[in-house]
């Protein structure tokens, strides 16, 4: 392959070219079939100013090719793995001018690799006719020592740089080599961790809970200072010492059960647990735990413990309060019920009876399926405004159905609550059929009292016309005048109708008056 080559360089050396090379490389084939790399010169030798020859110096290169393939390989080696660090690299001279600049260095400083080497570095980074203030790399090249520092950069980035001088054979500085790593998001982690450790160390020493640790055999290694506020003792009386100490004796075999679940890598539901106090007494606290593991093994407990003493009263209280409740609604001879999302949730005893069902019969119903079909679009009206928090009259009236389908009437005071987080409306009903009969005869009698005045009234004024026949309809004009006032006025119908019934007879005194008299046709003389 290599011979058109050789030949060409040979011909051009003998026409006396001198645009050629002063050496030619080429392979040269071996009598074993292999080859070396060698080099020839070739001088022509001229006679009577005629070439005639040529005198060929040959020279094996081999080692030396060899020598120099290697040394390319090793450079090209050191420029992959320069250029594969994360790490910024820059070589620079003792004149400042940039030798060596990796990927790393220009996407740092923002500065496009091409345009980096051969140009100062102050210049080229930073636009400065002169060496940086500090400079690092010039205090590295003037002690003959690494110098470290890290330099906040304008856009916030961090950099850990540190610059080493380089040195020739004879123990001269040639220069200084500057790594730089971005640490920026390292040391904002740093920095995270510390606040973090801060607000926990924080939150331990104020939290009202007690948060402690303890060993795997059981010992009590930490305490926060709500433990001295709660318990009254300081929290060194209780350091090294077994938590069994502490617990109430009667609670031991469930504190030594949750220590022994946790010890087994199983985190603590809430438990109850009661301890000693200072002043004699005991308090119920509300213990959680997880394990603490490190290397995959569990070197300890870290807990909370909440007073929870005031609380468990109280649910005991309510409890209470709740039992004296369900007592009297179960025991009351008014209809109670509850209804939400238009479902009944809740009824009483007496309500189930009210309507002929058993209690559990009612329970998921729509509750408007017992109000009388005239009265349901009403209710569910007043069910809607009141859901809407709307200010209605807390007692009203409505027909309801019973299971056979008898209709009796009921009083109803119902209000808005929240029930089970929701809200609903509760409601008390009492059966009021009885009166609203009451109510009904007396209204018929009533009616039938105005129907006797009525008529009697009317007898009157009939019997005054006949003793009158001269004024014969006046006392009916009358009336129907003083009625026509009296609604014009705005008086109501029981007041227009008494004011008619008084026209009607207003002329009542006549008859006591004799009929001669009334139907004199001349004038009275007294």
């Given at each position: 392959?290599?011979?058109?080559?050789?030949?060409d360089y040979?011909?051009?050396?003998m026409?006396?070219?001198?645009?050629v090379?002063e050496?030619?490389?080429?392979?040269w084939?071996?009598?074993?079939?292999?080859?070396?790399?060698?080099?020839?010169?070739?001088?022509p030798i001229?006679k009577?100013?005629?070439?005639v020859g040529?005198r060929?110096?040959l020279y094996?290169?081999?080692?030396?090719?060899?020598?120099?393939e290697?040394l390319?390989?090793?450079?090209?080696?050191?420029q992959?793995?320069?250029?594969?660090?994360n790490?910024?690299?820059?070589?620079?001279?003792?004149?400042?001018?940039?030798?060596?600049c990796?990927?790393?260095s220009?996407?740092?400083?923002?500065?496009?690799?091409?345009?980096?080497?051969?140009?100062?570095?102050?210049?080229?980074?930073?636009?400065?006719?002169t060496v940086?203030?500090?400079c690092?790399?010039?205090?590295?090249?003037?002690?003959k020592?690494?110098?470290?520092?890290?330099r906040?950069?304008?856009?916030?980035m961090i950099?850990?740089?540190?610059a080493?001088?380089?040195?020739?054979?004879?123990g001269?500085?040639?220069?200084?080599?500057?790594l730089?790593?971005?640490?920026?998001?390292?040391k904002r982690?740093?920095?995270?961790?510390r606040?973090?450790e801060?607000?926990?160390?924080?939150?331990?020493e104020?939290?009202?809970?007690?948060?402690?640790?303890?060993?795997?055999?059981?010992?009590?290694?930490s305490l926060?200072?709500?433990?001295?506020?709660?318990?009254?003792?300081?929290?060194?009386?209780?350091i090294?010492?077994?938590?069994?100490?502490?617990?109430?004796?009667?609670?031991?075999?469930?504190?030594?059960?949750?220590?022994?679940?946790?010890?087994?890598g199983k985190?603590?539901?809430p438990?109850?647990?009661?301890?000693?106090?200072?002043?004699g007494?005991?308090a119920?606290?509300?213990?959680?735990g997880?394990?603490?593991v490190?290397?995959?093994r569990?070197?300890?407990?870290?807990?909370?413990?909440r007073?929870?003493?005031?609380r468990?009263?109280?649910?005991?209280?309510?409890?209470?309060s709740?039992?004296?409740?369900?007592?009297l609604?179960?025991?009351?001879?008014?209809?109670?019920f509850?209804?939400?999302d238009?479902?009944?949730?809740?009824?009483?005893?007496?309500?189930?009876?009210?309507?002929?069902?058993?209690?559990?019969?009612?329970?998921?119903r729509?509750?408007?399926e017992?109000?009388y079909?005239?009265?349901?679009?009403?209710?569910?009206?007043?069910t809607?405004?009141?859901?809407?928090?709307e200010?209605?009259?807390?007692?009203h009236?409505?027909?309801?159905?019973?299971?056979?389908?008898?209709?009796?009437?009921?009083?109803?005071?119902a209000?808005?609550i929240?029930y089970?987080?929701?809200?609903?409306?509760?409601?008390?009903?009492?059966?009021?059929?009885?009166?609203?009969?009451?109510?009904?005869?007396?209204?018929k009698?009533?009616?039938r009292?105005?129907?006797v005045?009525?008529?009697?009234v009317?007898a009157?004024?009939?019997?005054?016309e006949?003793?009158?026949?001269?004024?014969?309809?006046?006392?009916h004009?009358?009336?129907?005048?003083a009625r026509?006032?009296?609604?014009?006025?705005?008086?109501?119908?029981?007041?227009?109708v008494?004011?008619?019934?008084?026209g009607?007879?207003?002329?009542?005194?006549?008859?006591s008056v004799?009929?001669?008299?009334?139907?004199?046709?001349?004038?009275?003389s007294k």
């Open positions: 392959e290599d011979r058109e080559r050789v030949l040979h011909h051009r050396c026409a006396g070219d001198f645009t090379p050496r030619c490389e080429f392979r084939l071996c009598g074993d079939g292999g080859f070396r790399h060698v080099a020839i010169s070739v001088t001229v009577e100013g005629h070439v040529s060929v110096y094996d290169i081999t080692e030396q090719k060899k020598l120099m290697e390319e390989e090793s450079r090209r080696t050191f992959r793995t320069l250029e594969s660090l790490e910024a690299v820059l070589m620079i001279d003792t004149d400042f001018v940039v030798k060596v990796n990927r790393a220009s996407e740092i400083m923002g500065v496009p690799k091409d345009q980096c080497v051969g140009k100062r570095c102050y210049k080229l980074f930073y636009g400065r006719d940086c203030p500090g690092l790399a010039k205090r590295a090249m003037e002690t020592q690494k110098a470290s520092e890290l906040h950069r304008p856009n916030g950099l850990d740089k540190t080493y001088p380089v040195f020739d054979r004879e001269r500085v040639t220069g200084a080599t500057i730089g790593l971005d640490v920026t998001q390292q982690a740093e920095e995270a961790l606040e973090s801060e607000r926990y160390r924080i939150l331990v104020t939290a009202r809970d007690v948060i402690f640790s303890l060993s795997v055999e059981g010992v009590i290694t926060n200072r709500a433990f001295e506020v709660f318990t009254g003792w300081p929290c060194s009386q209780w090294g010492k077994h938590f069994r100490e502490i617990v109430y004796t009667d609670d031991l075999s469930i504190a030594e059960e949750s220590f022994q679940r946790v010890l087994k985190s603590l539901p438990v109850d647990i009661r301890i000693r106090l200072k002043s007494g005991y119920v606290c509300e213990f959680t997880n394990p603490v490190k290397d995959g569990i070197v300890g407990i870290l807990g909370v413990a007073d929870v003493t005031q468990r009263k109280m649910e005991e209280a309510l409890r209470e709740e039992e004296r409740y369900r007592t609604v179960e025991s009351s001879l008014t209809g109670i509850i209804h939400q238009g479902k009944y949730v809740f009824v009483n005893e007496r309500f189930a009876q009210m309507h002929g069902y058993k209690p559990e019969e009612l329970i998921g729509d509750y408007l017992l109000i079909p005239e009265d349901r679009e009403a209710a569910k009206k007043r809607e405004l009141r859901l809407k928090g200010k209605l009259p807390v007692s009236e409505l027909r309801r159905l019973t299971k056979d389908g008898r209709v009796f009437w009921c009083q109803m005071v209000t808005l929240n089970q987080g929701k809200p609903a409306v509760m409601g008390n009903v009492i059966d009021i059929t009885p009166q609203k009969q009451a109510e009904d005869n007396m209204r009698a009533i009616t009292l105005h129907l005045l009525e008529q009697t009317r009157f004024a009939t019997t005054i006949k003793r009158d026949p001269y004024t014969a309809g006046h006392q004009r009358v009336a129907r005048l026509a006032i009296a609604k014009e006025m705005g008086l109501s119908h029981e007041e227009c008494g004011i008619y019934m008084a009607l007879v207003h002329d009542i005194g006549k008859i004799p009929t001669d008299i009334l139907n004199k046709p001349g004038r009275l």
